[in-house]
């Protein structure tokens, strides 16, 4: 009886070591599955999410029936107008960016009160419409009057597009009407000078986003 006893209890003995002994190897791979360290690296470099890799040439579906977007076709490289932010976080070249969350956003300190923004595209190009985003604070900085010129060379400019009035567009991050260009051609250089924004006395400018369109052939 006591060498059952004996048994037993080394048979129990052993088993506890094993169980203690596997389930010690049950945490290590624990560490390496670690949700807070993993998962913020998937993030970053998921391509699905990235933002960069949302290709604003590709057609855009909401224009599908008519038009094309041809934002892609943005020289980034030559893009002109200064943001209210000196390290260039709100320049006009986040207006071509495909990210609402960027913009651009200028205070006016011209006498008249008016600015310009200012764009080459990598080849002509026939501009018919385009849209402006809001961005994601105050509504009042959408610019209720403009006029959109093209130049092939950067000095002698013609007025493609004239708009008075717009509608202020909110809420935050939302695209405007479609502005249909009354005079398009193909051209390599694009400006806008803003004379208004849609608020008296103020004095700042901001969107978030411009979408260049082109009409379907
Ligand atoms: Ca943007
Ligand atoms: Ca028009």
Request: hydrophobic share 35%; charged share 25%; with cysteine.
């Amino acid at each position: 009886m006591k060498k059952l006893l004996a048994l037993l209890l080394a048979v129990a003995m052993v088993a506890c070591m094993f169980c203690l002994a596997s389930c010690d190897s049950g945490k290590e791979p624990a560490k390496d599955t670690d949700p807070a360290t993993d998962a913020p690296t998937g993030e970053v470099t998921d391509p699905a999410t990235d933002p960069a890799t949302e290709a604003p040439e590709d057609p855009d579906p909401e224009y599908n029936d008519s038009y094309v977007n041809l934002t892609g076709k943005v020289d980034t490289a030559n893009v002109e107008g200064a943001g209210a932010k000196d390290d260039g976080s709100e320049d006009a070249v986040y207006l071509f960016d495909g990210d609402s969350a960027t913009k651009w956003c200028q205070i006016v300190k011209t006498e008249d009160g008016t600015t310009t923004i200012q764009w080459a595209m990598t080849k002509a190009t026939k501009i018919d419409a385009y849209t402006f985003t809001s961005a994601n604070d105050s509504p009042e900085r959408f610019p209720a009057d403009w006029v959109l010129y093209g130049s092939n060379d950067g000095e002698e400019w013609t007025e493609v597009d004239t708009v008075e009035g717009a509608t202020r567009v909110e809420p935050f991050f939302t695209e405007s009407e479609i502005y249909e260009c009354d005079a398009p051609a193909a051209y390599t250089n694009y400006k806008i000078h803003f004379t208004k924004n849609g608020t008296e006395g103020t004095i700042i400018y901001q969107i978030s986003e411009l979408t260049l369109l082109g009409a379907k052939a």
